[in-house]
Antibody
Framework: QVQLVQSGAEVKKPGASVKVSCKTSGYIFTGYAMHWVRQAPGQRLEWMGWIIPDSGNTKYSQRFQGRVTITRDTSANTAYMELGSLRSEDTAVYFC??????????WGQGTLVTVSS | DIQMTQSPSSLSASVGDRVTITCRASQKISGYLNWYQQKVGRAPKLLIYAASSLQSGVPSRFSGSGSGTDFTLTISSLQPEDVATYHCQQTYSSPPTFGQGTKVEIK
């Protein structure tokens, strides 16, 4: 069965970076784009960017341009999202989600990133 | 960016009731509209894609309709396990954007 398993919760200081992993199984990793979405407390879901694992091509939301980097390791069937220059407003749950038929059909369990001094 | 607005923001209904949630886009998005269910502490789950197509494994009491700017999600007979927040999402243009969510509770 399709599974997306994310890395554990992180606590970071303002100005630091965080890298979240999303390990996949149960499907051909290079066959589907992977998105990253975050949800800050009380806020709506927010798309951050995506990667096409086959080519490594990426696209990022303008809101995060310059701060976010999405990569993949095809040998490990894993996608990564790194967010830099963290501020308190980046405290959120971060999700990876597989793209299919225009929707996001499978999601990771979420990774809580807390930014606090 | 395309703005997505859901209404109501929350609702309370009885088991067995018909529940309707609406989602309006700030510009036409054809049928590029998805609906998700998110239970507390969990990741969103895809219910409906392309406005009206039921995702595999989703109960048939869920349905979606609409095109252009106005869309609806209907639960034909509310069940206790449907307590959740429901989100719409447009994928017509980048960036994909979500509505603010509708919280559904049991009366």
């Amino acid at each position: 069965q399709v599974q997306l398993v994310q890395s554990g919760a992180e606590v970071k200081k303002p100005g630091a970076s965080v890298k979240v992993s999303c390990k996949t199984s149960g499907y051909i990793f290079t066959g589907y784009a992977m998105h990253w979405v975050r949800q800050a407390p009380g806020q709506r879901l927010e798309w951050m960017g995506w990667i096409i694992p086959d080519s490594g091509n990426t696209k990022y939301s303008q809101r995060f341009q310059g701060r976010v980097t999405i990569t993949r390791d095809t040998s490990a069937n894993t996608a990564y999202m790194e967010l830099g220059s963290l501020r308190s407003e980046d405290t959120a749950v971060y999700f990876c989600a597989r793209s299919y038929l225009g929707g996001f059909d499978f999601w990771g369990q979420g990774t809580l990133v807390t930014v606090s001094s | 960016d395309i703005q997505m607005t859901q209404s109501p923001s929350s609702l309370s209904a009885s088991v067995g009731d018909r529940v309707t949630i609406t989602c309006r886009a700030s510009q036409k998005i054809s049928g590029y509209l998805n609906w998700y269910q998110q239970k507390v502490g969990r990741a969103p789950k895809l219910l409906i894609y392309a406005a009206s197509s039921l995702q595999s494994g989703v109960p048939s009491r869920f349905s979606g309709s609409g095109s252009g700017t106005d869309f609806t999600l209907t639960i034909s007979s509310l069940q206790p396990e449907d307590v959740a927040t429901y989100h719409c999402q447009q994928t017509y243009s980048s960036p994909p954007t979500f509505g603010q969510g509708t919280k559904v509770e049991i009366k």
